[in-house]
């Protein structure tokens, strides 16, 4: 069974620093595209970044390119995103989520196209 525990959320100030973990269980990841979304408070879930299966390649939001980035670390079964300069605008709940098809990179970012998600981890960046 394909599990995924997401962990590393908290209150910030702005401008400091989080490291977000992926914990899986069920799959390897290099045979996974993972994928990072974010959901503030009455808006829609929005796309962060992802790795393409096998390490074919990232993707980052616009907002993420330069403060956020990837990385995994396959012995401990887990994904991270760690997030610098943090702003008031990043505060949302942090989702992973993952799918065993190569996608595309114009569908990296569309949530229907995963499969498997984190029950999410709550960031909160106060100005």
């Known amino acids: 069974e394909v599990q995924l525990v997401n962990s590393g959320g908290g209150s910030v100030q702005a401008g400091e620093s989080l490291s977000l973990s992926c914990a899986a269980s069920?799959?390897?990841?290099?045979?996974?595209?993972i994928g990072w979304f974010r959901q503030a408070p009455g808006k829609e879930r929005e796309f962060v970044a992802a790795?393409?299966?096998?390490?074919?390649?990232?993707l980052y939001a616009e907002f993420a390119k330069g403060r956020f980035i990837l990385s995994n670390d396959n012995a401990k079964r887990s994904v991270f995103l760690q997030m610098i300069s943090l702003k008031p605008e990043d505060t949302a709940v942090y989702y992973c989520?993952?799918?065993?098809?190569?996608?595309?990179?114009?569908?990296?970012?569309?949530?229907?196209?995963?499969?498997?998600w984190g029950q999410g981890t709550q960031v909160t960046v106060a100005s």
């Open positions: 989520a993952a799918t065993d098809r190569q996608l595309d990179y114009w569908l990296l970012g569309s949530p229907p196209q995963y499969d498997y």
């Open positions: 790795v393409r299966r096998s390490g074919a390649g990232t």
């Open positions: 069920g799959f390897t990841f290099d045979d996974y595209t």
